[in-house]
């Protein structure tokens, strides 16, 4: 191999959503050869664990899977960045949100609309717990966001 792509800290290079692939992303530093020649930073997919779906539905909840969603975002219960704190799991709602996406493999925003072209209802749930009871009617009726 002649490339070596190193992942930074996902906690000090906070991942983002790529529009165009539909994917949670970090720059990667790359090297090149045996003298490993630094060459520019890349933007790759995380690494599949635990914290790549963490920082998928703390996107998916800030809006930025879905742009239908990010008027919602003002108005949550609490902030998206909730999902990546080390006490999230102390929160049934981001317990709840992990679980579902973990259940479904839902790591893409391809994947999400795989899923919502069989259960069009999937996450709704999980989702309204995140705002206020008044938005509910009305997020209900724009469900799924696509």
Known sequence: PYCDFTM???????PTFDQTTG???QNA??????RRWPLK????????????????????????VCLKM????PKMLAPPE???????NLQKRTEKLLNALIAEEILT??????????KDDYLLEEYLEWLPSSM???VQLEWPPV
Request: hydrophobic residues 40%; without cysteine; proline residues 8%.
């Open 82 to 88: 909730t999902m990546i704190k080390p006490w999230a």
């Open 41 to 64: 930073a890349v933007k790759r997919q995380m690494p599949i664990n635990i914290l790549h779906y963490k920082h998928f539905a703390r996107l998916f909840l800030g809006g930025h």
């Open 136 to 138: 509910h009617d009305s």
């Open 29 to 34: 530093s790359v090297t090149f050869g045996e």
């Open 109 to 118: 925003r391809e994947r999400l609309h795989e899923i919502w072209a069989k």
């Open 70 to 73: 990010a008027p919602n975002v």
């Open 8 to 14: 930074p800290d996902p906690e000090k290079d906070i």
């Open 23 to 25: 994917k949670v992303v």
